[in-house]
Every structure is written in structure tokens, then in C-alpha cells.
């Protein structure tokens, strides 16, 4: 029997419409717009200005602080503007543009195609690249992957767990690294086993993609202690925690990490960046991005350079179709509407998604019927209509003694309520505000 987690979780239509699309070069934008904030933890500071003149993969923004991240120019050029850009958020954020000119990368770069396969660097010099590559979680939610590979005195990690599950509906841009770039994602999670200093290195990928599963396989079948599991399509199996649950039946505690139950997860995308940066020298300037959509003429996996304007992917998947109701960022489930098209790629964008107006638009919300589905589906083992009413009635520390900071957003609440209530969205303004209570109790 195929394994999975135990609480809660849903079976959303997949849509997987470019799943066989080969992953195709997207090609140079005019001009980037690289935002310096599109990792968790503090911002970059820029280190170039205007008039600039940079190449790719030249440091155009420094990491501030151990949870940061370097920012790299996308495209060589000159550096037309250092100030604000709306980015994916659909808030201003700092950022670098840049006006391409040609494609002159840094000379300390290696941009050939061929493997490289062994390595003699320590752990700490593999962690070090990967800190100046200014590689994040390649999953969407861009945790700087040094970070995760810096574990903590009196921490003990014994399993690296690489997630291939991409349960989100309609993105493929996992599924087409594992199939396309398998032997540069497999060196990559030597590396961050090597880093990690651990021996056993489980690889998830949910049943749905069986060329994959195969693939990979084939690939691990000579390597010891690194073994690829199938697992029940169901989601949010992609979540850290649930991914975790099904491979080990281990149960992170709330308000606890991974680590903590001595695991490391990593993307398998983040697995093949961590390889080209070690391998490579090649810092984080480009990445696979699905652009798909039941309406859309040519749903197609790029390789894009992050800056790249959303509308540049849009045009070279067919053009945006005349019923649009909304663009979103990322998935059905977790991703958030676009204000623009205009609105850069960013180290985190795994998919831009074009839903017709037909799908769009929200049902008219009914009152809560107490049926309890909300509860059944949550893969936390939260009150999703409870957290609800108290972030409505304004009572933020009855949200916080009702574990409101473990919510994931996989978005399952909303997505099974029969009365059609947005429950995520008041549970996102809950957790807001519960955030800024636990930074002024910490400021104290």
C-alpha cells in the first residue's frame, strides 16, 4: 500500500496540462526587475547603482544576517534604477533593474554542460557555496537553504528527506526537473548529504508521476541509503511536516521544525541549484517555471531568468486568452492573484497559473452549518471555522491558544466548505496579527 499522512487532506483536480512539455529556454527579457526581499529573513542590501554595469551572476545585492540571502544578477547589462517595483505580492518592494545587453556571465562561472560528479570540498565549504549561490528553497516557500544545512549544537539530524511530491495542482516544473535534470539533482543531494553529514536520503514523489518515479529509480539504484518512495497522491503531501509523517511516520510538534525530529527537507529543485552552485560556481539566476491554464494555448515549462516579467512568460505560452478572469502566482490552492503582469519572476515563483472567469469568480458565502469539514481536511488537526470566528471577533490570543501560527495555508479548509466561507483568508489576517503580538512580546 502506498504510504501518506495520517490527518485530514483533500483530492483537488490535478490539470496537469504540461506534464510532457520538455522544459524550453525562455530566452532574454528586455530589462529585470530583481526585488533584493524574495527570500525569508532579512532583506539584501544593494552593493551596485545606477549606471552599473554588471554581468550574470555578478553579486548585485549582499545577505544581512545569518537568515538572508545574496541576490545575483539575472542578465549582464547596466543598471538602469535602484528603487521600488510592485512584485508578486502586489506590494512596492526595493529592487534592482537592469537593461539587458547581452548574456556576459561572471568568468568565475562554469556555464558548460558537463557533469561534474565528484567533489572534494568539507561540509562547511559545500554549506559556504551555497550561502554565496544565495540558494532558497526552490518549493515556493525560499527558506535559505544554508540555513537548513546549519544545524544547531545539541540538534542531531539522521535522515535527508528530498521532496518530489508537487501535489499542487497544474505545476509540472518538478516533475520535468526530476525527468529532464535528474543526474545534476542526484550529485546535488550527495552534496547536502555530504553537508549534512548524514547517511540515509529518502526522495517522496507521489504516484501521479510515474515516468518520474521510474527515472529517478534508475538513477538512485546504485547509490546506497538513498531510496526513491511513491506515495499516495493527496494534498498537501509537498508540506514539510505531512512529507515527513508519510516517509517516517514522525510527527513535528507544533510550533517545532524538522529538525526536530531529526529530519532535513530540501526541494528537488533546491537540490539541483545546490549542485550547479558547488558544482558550477553558479549562483541562483534562473529556474523552471510552469505557465499553465485551461484556456491557455500552449500550457509550457521555461527555463527563466528570475526579473523576468510575468507577461513575457504569458506571451511565449500563447498569449493571455480573451475569458482571463485572474493570473495567480504559484497554484490553485497556495498561490495569490496578480496585480500586474508585469510583476517579476522571483526565486520563488514555481508556476504562473491563468484561470478563465468562469472559475474565477468567488461563490456567494452561506452561513456555517457545523457539518465539521473543515476539521476533517485539516492536515494540522486544527479548528479551521473556530480560528475563523476569532479572527473575525478581533480575538488574536484565542487564535494564538488555538494554534493558529501552525496553519500551513494549504488552503484545504476553504477549498471542502459546503457554505463556501474564505476561511483561509480570515485565518491569514489571524496570523498576521498574532505575528506582530509575538514580535512586540519579543521586543519587550
Known amino acids: 500500500m502506498l504510504q501518506t499522512f495520517s490527518k485530514g487532506g483533500v483530492h483537488p483536480p490535478e490539470n496537469k496540462f504540461s506534464a510532457n512539455k520538455p522544459i524550453e529556454n525562455l530566452g532574454l527579457p528586455k530589462q529585470v526587475s530583481i526585488p533584493i526581499a524574495q527570500h525569508i529573513g532579512a532583506p539584501s542590501k544593494p552593493v551596485v547603482k545606477k549606471k552599473d554595469k554588471v554581468k550574470t551572476g555578478d553579486i548585485i545585492a549582499e545577505s544581512q544576517g545569518f537568515v538572508s540571502s545574496n541576490i545575483h544578477s539575472s542578465v549582464s547589462g547596466t543598471v538602469s534604477k535602484v528603487g521600488e517595483i510592485i512584485d508578486t505580492t502586489g506590494f512596492k518592494k526595493p529592487a534592482v533593474i537592469i537593461d539587458v545587453e547581452d548574456d556576459e556571465w561572471n ?44 544545524v544547531p549544537e ?25 525527468l529532464e535534470r535528474g543526474e545534476e539533482m542526484l550529485v546535488g543531494i550527495k552534496l547536502l548529504k555530504k553537508a549534512l553529514g548524514v547517511n540515509h536520503v529518502l526522495i517522496g514523489i507521489e504516484h501521479n508521476k510515474p515516468d518520474a518515479i521510474e527515472h529517478v529509480s534508475h538513477l538512485v539504484s546504485k547509490e546506497e541509503n538513498i531510496e526513491v518512495y511513491p506515495l499516495k497522491v493527496k494534498y498537501p503531501q509537498g508540506g514539510e511536516k505531512q512529507l515527513i509523517k508519510a516517509l517516517l511516520n514522525r510527527e513535528v510538534p507544533s510550533g517545532g521544525l524538522p529538525l526536530d525530529v531529526g529530519v532535513v527537507v530540501h526541494n528537488v529543485g533546491t537540490s539541483l541549484a545546490a549542485y550547479e552552485a558547488v558544482q558550477k560556481n553558479k549562483p541562483l539566476v534562473e529556474r523552471v517555471v510552469t505557465v499553465t491554464g485551461k484556456s491557455l494555448s500552449k500550457p509550457s515549462n521555461f527555463l527563466v531568468r528570475i526579473g523576468t516579467p510575468v507577461r513575457d512568460l504569458i506571451e511565449a505560452a500563447g498569449g493571455l486568452p480573451e475569458d482571463t478572469g485572474k493570473v495567480v502566482g504559484g497554484g490553485p490552492m497556495m498561490g495569490k492573484a496578480l496585480s500586474s503582469l508585469d510583476v517579476p519572476v522571483v526565486k520563488g515563483t514555481s508556476g504562473i497559473l491563468v484561470i478563465p472567469e468562469k472559475d474565477a469568480y468567488r461563490d456567494e458565502e452561506f452561513n456555517c452549518i457545523r457539518c465539521g469539514k473543515c476539521v476533517d481536511v485539516c492536515p494540522m488537526g486544527l479548528e479551521p471555522y473556530l480560528l475563523k470566528q476569532l479572527a473575525q471577533l478581533e480575538r488574536y490570543e484565542e487564535c494564538e491558544d488555538n494554534a493558529i501560527m501552525d496553519c500551513m495555508e494549504c488552503g484545504s479548509c476553504s477549498f471542502t466548505c459546503p457554505a463556501r466561507v474564505p476561511l483561509l483568508d480570515y485565518i491569514r489576517l489571524g496570523k498576521t496579527n498574532v505575528n506582530q503580538i509575538l514580535r512586540n512580546r519579543k521586543d519587550k
Open 107 to 150: 568568468d568565475s562561472i562554469d556555464t558548460g554542460s558537463e557533469i561534474i560528479r565528484d567533489c572534494s570540498l568539507s561540509s562547511q565549504e559545500i554549506v559556504d557555496k551555497i550561502l554565496q549561490g544565495g540558494i532558497v528553497g526552490m518549493g515556493g516557500a525560499t527558506f535559505p537553504s544554508h540555513v537548513k544545512l546549519s
Open 154 to 178: 545539541g540538534k542531531k539530524i539522521d535522515t535527508l528527506v528530498i521532496n518530489g511530491v508537487e501535489c499542487e495542482p497544474y505545476l509540472t516544473s518538478d516533475h520535468r526537473v526530476m
